[in-house]
């Protein structure tokens, strides 16, 4: 599991540092998997460990924070749409 955790942070440096088109896909990929595993474990964890009293709340919980996590992705690309940097783009990929 914490070899899993430090996989994210490696492939976002992939899509930051993408010197090209296919570069970038393929970390966007690597990372759409990583990401995936990630909202699996953590509900089979909600489902099959905590108590029957908590569980409907923490896979709730699980999505709730997934819709966060859209919103202030929503928020940093509304931001960043009128920067005319040649790197604006990457500003999305580091507040991963």
């Known amino acids: 599991?914490?070899?899993?955790?430090?996989?994210?942070?490696?492939?976002?440096?992939?899509?930051?540092?993408?010197?090209?088109?296919?570069?970038?896909?393929?970390?966007?990929?690597?990372?759409?998997?990583?990401?995936?595993?990630?909202?699996?474990?953590?509900?089979?964890?909600?489902?099959?460990?905590?108590?029957t009293c908590l569980r409907a709340y923490l896979t709730s919980y699980v999505n709730l924070c997934w819709v966060f996590g859209q919103l202030i992705a929503t928020g940093v690309l509304r931001g960043v749409l009128d920067m005319q940097a040649p790197w604006t783009y990457r500003v999305p990929f580091a507040v991963q």
Do not use: D, R
């Open 1 to 51: 599991m914490i070899g899993a955790l430090l996989m994210v942070p490696c492939l976002i440096f992939i899509q930051f540092f993408a010197p090209s088109l296919g570069v970038l896909e393929t970390g966007q990929i690597l990372l759409g998997i990583a990401l995936g595993i990630f909202q699996t474990i953590t509900c089979v964890y909600a489902i099959e460990v905590m108590p």
